[in-house]
């Protein structure tokens, strides 16, 4: 086989066979085909697309190419989420202990975030003690004892996936369906997940600007997964402005602590409760959406989704005393808030633009080795839809630096007061399930 001929036939048009796929993300794995032929085919798939069957080879090429973690050892059925990435999305904090608190497994590895707000992982690092440093017995155990527990990336995994992500990068193919649906679904099959539950965010702080270009990768998601044999739903949810009110890592968790007391934000509780039901069904633990939605309700209602929070944190090390009292997480010095020029309607939050502040602010990693400062972060008070009188509080700023007057300015910059009504955005545009 020679890489030439796969570039040609990917240029004509035509359908590449599972054994070029292989040979293809072997090769370039092995660093036995050039960045320049690997380059030449990403282009060829960028404009020509691939076919279902060349979408799931593709995955499982990647997913082959490295380690493969196994969580045969933990009882059930193993449901993992993954959203294409939002500002403040506070969801998995919030969903791991509420799903495990009705009977699923939820054997969680995250990572540290890169921009905006930290990981999953950093969040949960502003809970005093907690630690991800746990082996892979231990994480086993855990789950098997608690239902929930969450590890940190390790290991070789989707080494093909790292390379062509950095390539496409650089030569202008990230953004291509078959593409960008095989580097996800690969690291979520790769990482063990039994089934899975994607959260496709859309809209002007999404990866996906419109909802066509959302509904169509969600499709493809769901699609590559099923293919491979994981089942896979989907939701496509709003994120053109934060969801929820907080941005920052000790703030959101504080925001999840009130979510896991019924007392939360109504998008986040909502988007939880649509994932989580998804969650519960493809686990088996009901039948229908309607029942899992109820099963969630009541965890959230009678303290049991709170009480699998705290058991979570404390096996981990946490200091589960947070959960009762969240002023014992890291607290900003400063909290400045931000008066509204003017009396209206809030018409647009710039999602984008409010996770750069909290960056600045030093909430989130500018590189991937700056350290992350958990307390700081950005609480809104108004979000899109919300009446505002001249002079009330539109958020308040968490910082450790008294001098805020470049965030300021931007955070001014990113939100817009009209005089007219304007409706909140709809929270999920859709559900897509096989
Ligand atoms: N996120 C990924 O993991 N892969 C892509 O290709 C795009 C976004
Ligand atoms: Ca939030």
Not at 187 to 213: E, H, P, Q, R, Y
Request: include cysteine; charged fraction near 25%.
């Amino acid at each position: 086989m020679r890489m030439y001929d796969i570039i040609e036939k990917k240029r004509d048009g035509h359908t590449l066979t599972k054994e070029e796929i292989d040979y293809f993300v072997e090769g370039y794995t092995k660093e036995e085909i050039p960045d320049y032929q690997a380059s030449a085919l990403l282009m060829a798939i960028y404009f020509n697309d691939m076919t279902i069957e060349e979408r799931a080879h593709l995955t499982s090429a990647m997913v082959e190419s490295g380690d493969q973690i196994d969580l045969s050892d933990i009882s059930g059925i193993k449901v993992d989420k993954h959203s294409t990435g939002g500002v403040g999305d506070t969801t998995t904090l919030i969903l791991a202990p509420l799903v495990a608190s009705v009977g699923v497994p939820v054997a969680k590895m995250s990572g540290r975030g890169l921009g905006h707000t930290g990981g999953t992982i950093d969040k949960l690092e502003s809970v005093p003690g907690f630690h991800v440093e746990i082996s892979n017995d231990q994480f086993i155990d855990l789950v098997n004892k608690n239902k929930v527990a969450v590890i940190g990336q390790s290991g070789n995994l989707t080494p093909a996936d790292k390379k062509l992500y950095g390539l496409r990068d650089v030569t202008a193919t990230v953004n291509s369906i078959p593409l960008i649906a095989s580097s996800i679904m690969s690291k979520k099959i790769a990482s063990g997940a039994d089934a899975i539950v994607l959260d496709v965010k859309t809209g002007a702080g999404a990866f996906m600007k419109n909802l066509d270009d959302s509904k169509a990768l969600a499709e493809a998601m769901v699609t590559i997964g099923n293919r491979v044999g994981r089942q896979t739903m989907a939701v496509i949810s709003d994120m053109s402005q934060p969801l929820g009110y907080a941005i920052g890592n000790a703030l959101e968790v504080k925001e999840a602590i009130d979510t896991l007391k019924g007392q939360g934000p109504k998008d986040l509780t909502e988007l939880c409760l649509t994932l989580g039901s998804q969650m519960v069904v493809l686990a088996n633990k009901a039948s229908t959406m309607d029942e899992a939605r109820e099963m969630l309700k009541e965890s959230l209602t009678n303290g049991k989704a709170f009480e699998q929070f705290k058991v979570f944190l404390s096996s981990q090390g946490g200091d589960a005393s947070v959960a009762d009292q969240p002023e014992n997480l890291p607290q900003a010095e400063f909290k400045i808030e931000l008066p509204s020029l003017s009396t209206g309607t809030v018409s647009n939050i710039i999602a984008d633009d409010i996770g750069t502040a909290a960056m600045m602010l030093g909430a989130g990693r500018a590189t991937k080795d700056s350290e992350i400062d958990l307390a700081v972060g950005i609480v809104l008070h108004k979000k899109i839809g919300d009446r505002v009188k001249e002079g009330e509080a539109l958020l308040t700023i968490h910082a450790n630096q008294q001098n805020v007057e470049e965030v300021r300015q931007k955070l001014y910059k990113s939100i817009v007061v009209t005089e007219e009504d304007v409706p909140a955005p709809t929270l999920v545009y859709d559900t897509i399930t096989k």
